[in-house]
């Protein structure tokens, strides 16, 4: 089996656990670490199915004043568009709600950047959805990243990777944050 396939069969897998549980879960403590308390302008995203839920920490973060920066779509790449907490500036597309307006033209001046993740390994490599976008995104950027999951989404085992994956800095679940080294 490639990687591609073994990645395919761990999103699998990975996917059907989550549905399998119910996981109340906050990130509002991710606001105390000085990475992000010191942030001006930090990129998120909004949670759908059963990702950890990014709500309240994204309100969280526009209430300390924060720029927080929304991911869209656009080819094969992400844009950043800045959201100041309104529904009604979001639009579905597909699984996923991105937001409306102009994408900024600077994604340089992004201080910290929030991904989704169904896996993350103990070296800072995550298993996303398998289209790539964070991972061509992060390559760009100078920013922190950190990866949200599940208590129990953290892997003992390296996941596989191939020559654009690349690692984060940290990962957190609803009471604990990792930080990698490099």
Do not use: C
Request: aromatic residues 8%.
């Amino acid at each position: 089996m490639g990687i591609s396939e073994e990645k395919a069969s761990l999103r699998t897998r990975y996917r059907r656990e989550r549905n399998e549980r119910y996981i109340e879960h906050s990130f509002a403590h991710l606001a105390t670490l000085p990475e992000i308390s010191e942030a001006a302008i930090i990129a998120s995203y909004v949670s759908y199915g059963d990702e950890p839920d990014t709500t309240e920490l994204n309100a969280l973060l526009i209430s300390m004043g924060k720029s927080l920066l929304l991911p869209r779509i656009a080819g094969q790449e992400l844009e950043w568009v800045n959201w100041n907490g309104s529904q009604e500036t979001l639009q579905a597309k597909k699984k996923i709600y991105e937001p409306l307006g102009q994408a900024i033209t600077n994604s340089s001046q992004i201080e910290v950047i929030i991904v989704p993740a169904l896996r993350i390994d103990r070296r800072g490599y995550r298993l996303g959805q398998g289209g790539g976008y964070y991972d061509r995104a992060l390559k760009g950027l100078s920013a922190w990243s950190i990866g949200l999951i599940h208590p129990d989404e953290i892997s003992s085992a390296d996941l596989p990777i191939e020559e654009w994956d690349i690692p984060l800095k940290a990962a957190a679940t609803t009471d604990l944050v990792l930080r990698f080294t490099s």
